[in-house]
């Protein structure tokens, strides 16, 4: 059995945009446009080993999902046009 650092597997570091920002590097407004932030997270991304894709699509689904106001509105709509399903007839063991 390895000990020391020959036996810890070596994962590359993540982008801290936070560092980058104080640095000045990352500043989006000021420094970084858009593509050029995109450019840098897509870089970071193409580091990533593929055991840790898993969890970065998870993240992205979340940030790209509807915020819980517009969620929350398209169910009342939903609700009052009588698409939804009574939870007794789903669910006849509650």
Not at 21 to 31: H, M, N, P, W
Not at 51 to 63: E, I, M, P, W
Not at 69 to 84: C, F, M
Request: overall charge positive; aromatic content about 6%; proline content about 6%.
């Amino acid at each position: 059995m390895l000990c020391g650092p020959e036996s810890v597997a070596r994962r590359p570091r993540p982008l801290n945009f936070v560092a980058l920002a104080r640095a000045g590097r990352a500043e989006y407004d000021d420094v970084m446009s858009t593509t050029k932030m995109r450019a840098e997270i897509k870089k970071a991304v193409d580091r990533l080993p593929p055991a840790r894709l898993s969890s970065l699509a998870d993240y992205v689904s979340f940030l790209t999902r509807p915020s819980i106001s517009d969620r929350l509105t398209n169910a009342e709509k939903a609700a009052a046009a009588g698409k939804v399903a009574d939870w007794r007839k789903v669910r006849s063991d509650v």
